[in-house]
């Protein structure tokens, strides 16, 4: 290629041309080498008054052009954005896709594809149906089971969770019983973040609170695989309530149910296939790009039921029985979002994901032998997945805030502070086969 890329002329943006082929080169070639790279760097946020003067506007009448568009996400932009999938990333839950997920990634933005109808969308929708069924077996659950990747965890749960609703709804009316003033949810305080005891859930905590809120509770739900430590609630002592109660069961596995695909781990979520609904996410620790979440039914039509559209135009697809995408969550147009996982796994085979699993396992157990063994050190609780939480005595939350930062300004790693009732601490977050022990223990050294 020669020459900077000239902007294309409003008329021919659209049309295939010396130009914007340039221009597709230009940007395929900036992805290929990213996708590659072995060594991009961690990067960090700066502040909005040094990003403005650095990156200033690239908005105009005229556009800057493509050359120039691309240099400013490249030197400004990208690097005020932190590798979420650099090894030494830590923090939250981080992303480790796989170069096959990654590189399918930009299939599916070229090829157009609409995710929320078999009509418009049938071969991309059989095969993410078909890493939902896949993943609805390991599950234990029936083979009639299925549902819809959407955006992300908080969308899956709240999807679950109205179907949930409307169930329940369904119910109180057929019964011809009082409608309940409030709806309510049975769930850990641990669901997403936040102290408890040990922060395990368990049948008999949830038996009191049914029995104190009775028939206003149209759900519970459990954690498999809590976002702060990784921990997985009963599943079986809670599943066993469900029948009793006839209550929605809905199991929140955004992180830690990936787990369950690992020999090493699978024993811990036990009861996960009496569940009504469940959801996982690809972008965490099944290696695919931001951003999926698969939402999991164990009877489909109750989904649908809940969240099918209805308007004039759409009558054409809501009028059959195709499986359309759209019907089972809280979206109507979507991207095909499962296809990076379908084509990593259909490339890699489940072995491959079992293994890479099993990995960031032993890991956690590996630094947290580590981090027993060290003076000074010491581990909140034992590591059940893949997230590690420790103290260094005597260290405040500013000690730990000052270490973090210096660890990010150092490019060194990303982890954050957190705390746990009440008391700082930090916390690796291992999901990366990447991640190695001895860029643990370099961390670890940093904190003497
Ligand atoms: C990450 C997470 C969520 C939220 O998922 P998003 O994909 O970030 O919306 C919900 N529940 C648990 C247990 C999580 O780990």
Known sequence: MSGPVAPPSRASMHEVSVPTTDLVELVLRYARDRILSDDTPLDKPIPPVDLARLAGRSIDEHGIGADRALARFEHVLAPACITTDHPQYLSFIPTAPTKAAVAFDLVVSASALYGGSWLE??????????????????????????????????????????AAREHARGAVARDGAEMPQRWKVVCSAEAHSAPGEDGVLRGAAVRSA?????????????????????????????????????????????????????????????????????????????????????????????????????????????????WSPSD??????????????????????????????????????????????????????????????????????????RWSARLLDEQHAFVTPSSHAGRPNTRFAIVNPKTSLEQLTAILDTMA
């Open 328 to 401: 089972y969550a809280a979206h109507l147009t979507r991207r095909a979002r499962g296809l990076p996982l379908w084509f990593s796994l259909a490339t890699h085979g489940a072995a491959a994901y079992r293994e890479a699993i099993g990995a960031s396992i032993r890991l956690a157990q590996d630094i947290a032998r580590e981090i027993e063994r060290r003076d000074g050190f010491s581990l909140v609780r034992e590591p059940q997945l893949s997230v590690v939480v420790f103290e260094r005595e005597g260290w405040t939350k500013a000690d730990y805030a």
């Open 121 to 162: 969308g049938a071969g991309a929708v059989y095969a993410e149906n078909e890493v939902l069924s896949w993943l609805a077996a390991e599950f234990g659950l029936p083979s009639g089971a299925g549902g819809v990747f959407v955006q992300g965890g908080t969308l899956g749960n709240l999807s679950a969770l109205v």
């Open 210 to 322: 049914l029995d104190e809120h009775g028939a206003s509770v149209f759900a519970v739900v459990a954690t498999a695989g809590s976002t702060n430590f990784g921990i997985v609630d009963d599943l079986a002592s809670i599943a066993a309530l469900t029948d009793e109660f006839d209550v929605w069961f809905h199991v929140d596995g955004a992180y830690g149910l990936a787990g369950m695909l690992s020999p090493a781990a699978r024993h811990r979520f036990s009861g996960v296939e009496r569940a009504d609904s469940v959801i996982v996410d690809p972008h965490k620790w099944l290696f695919a790009p931001f951003d999926a979440c698969a939402l999991i039914y164990r009877d489909p039509e109750s989904g649908r039921r809940a969240h099918t559209q209805h308007a004039e135009y759409l009558d054409t697809l809501t009028e059959t029985s195709e």
